[in-house]
């Protein structure tokens, strides 16, 4: 399956102020012509500036803000009582304030005060103590920040240095990296705009192939132009895991060349031989796109035994995968064997959903051995 958990620890801590200069030795792929200005690349926007100066608000909690902390970092979380979870990031924050002397902690809370006021007074945990809240009603703080940084998903992060100057800037989300090594006061920030930059030029690589097979299906494009670019990427890039994986996708799946696509998956998983998620990327998909002309399930097989090998047969995710490797093949008692496994793994949510019904298909006689579950959305999915 292609879901696989994930436990994200966020940690957070001080660290120095950057700027944008992109740093001389940058990896080949953000010095290549898929490559994203630093000026224009939004992760980047402002860092190194002034930060505004703080807005008037409605303090809820801890004294007003009227100026940033000299020689402190200053972190601010921008949170919205509509938005799940915001009482773990906020009890979060207030723990990391409490043993962080040099660290001063404010949420922004964007939305009606009463609201507000029932996360703060329901924080989960043992004892929490909520972070000095400031609630911003008139949108001066969201106008000043976020607007300008280009920030539209919550909860996001802003960390201000002992300066006053903008040190980084994200959704949270997608901010565990960032703010661990502030934490463990390793934060280089000369590495952080070489890997925002990195990212950057995979993610245009990744959209402009995407657009190559928009096209191709289309016809205004030959397949062996799609590959090309794909394959110059991974020659500047040949740790990009998921680029390499694409062009498995495109050739088993788009372009219909199945000899040649398991000749890459079989390099693949030469050079990723400890990597889970792409062993059982190679695997989830062989067993489980549409209109593939040659399902190679040996190939499929070894990268989802060595995927769960890697994982010690604990992630329901990738023991679906397995499970659903064996019923392909046939093999009906092992899969549901695995799949009872699988099971007992997975999540109460609608991320474990998918898991649970195929049990129920592998074991309720509507489905025989060797055919395709049909494709399932738990009515649990959000949106």
């Known amino acids: 399956m292609r879901w696989m958990t994930a436990i994200v620890v966020l940690l957070l801590c001080s660290g120095g102020a950057f700027g944008q200069e992109a740093p001389p030795d940058l990896p080949p792929i953000a010095r290549s012509r898929f490559a994203v200005p630093a000026s224009s690349f939004r992760e980047l926007r402002m860092i190194g500036e002034p930060a505004p100066a703080p807005r008037a608000g409605e303090t809820l909690h801890g004294e007003a803000i009227d100026a940033w902390a000299p020689g ?86 802003v960390a201000i240095d002992g300066d006053g100057r903008i040190q980084f800037h994200g959704p949270l989300r997608t901010s565990s990296m960032a703010l661990g090594s502030l934490v463990s006061q390793t934060f280089d920030p000369a590495e952080y705009t070489r890997n925002a930059l990195e990212y950057g030029a995979r993610m245009n690589i990744s959209r402009l192939v995407n657009e190559g097979r928009a096209r191709a299906r289309r016809g205004e494009l030959p397949w062996d132009a799609v590959l090309g670019m794909l394959r110059e990427g991974i020659a500047l890039d040949p740790q990009n895991t998921p680029l390499r994986v694409l062009e498995f996708d495109v050739l088993l799946a788009d372009a219909d060349r199945p000899d040649e696509a398991y000749e890459v998956a079989r390099r ?101 051995p060797g055919d395709m579950p049909r494709p399932y959305r738990s009515p649990r999915t959000p949106g």
């Open 268 to 368: 693949i998983m030469a050079d990723f031989p400890t990597s889970p998620l792409t062993l059982n990327d190679l695997a989830w998909h062989i067993v489980s796109f549409p209109n593939v002309s040659r399902r190679d399930l040996d190939v499929a097989l070894e990268a989802a035994r060595r995927a769960n090998a890697v994982q010690g047969r604990l992630d329901s995710g990738v023991l679906d995968t397995l499970a659903r490797v064996h019923w392909l093949r046939g093999d009906a008692a092992e899969a549901i064997r695995l799949q009872r496994i699988a099971v007992g793994h997975a999540p109460d949510t609608w991320q474990g959903d998918d898991t649970r019904e195929n049990l129920r298909v592998y074991t309720d006689g509507s489905l025989a």
């Open 72 to 157: 402190n970092t200053t972190l601010l979380l921008f949170w919205s009582p509509f938005v799940e979870g915001a009482g773990e990031h906020l009890a979060r924050l207030a723990e990391v304030g409490r043993e962080q002397d040099h660290i001063e902690i404010a949420s922004i809370a964007l939305g009606p005060r009463d609201r507000v006021e029932a996360v703060l007074g329901d924080l989960p945990g043992r004892n929490p103590t909520a972070p000095r809240t400031v609630v911003d009603p008139t949108g001066a703080w969201r106008d000043a920040f976020l607007k300008p940084l280009g920030l539209t998903e919550l909860p996001a992060i």
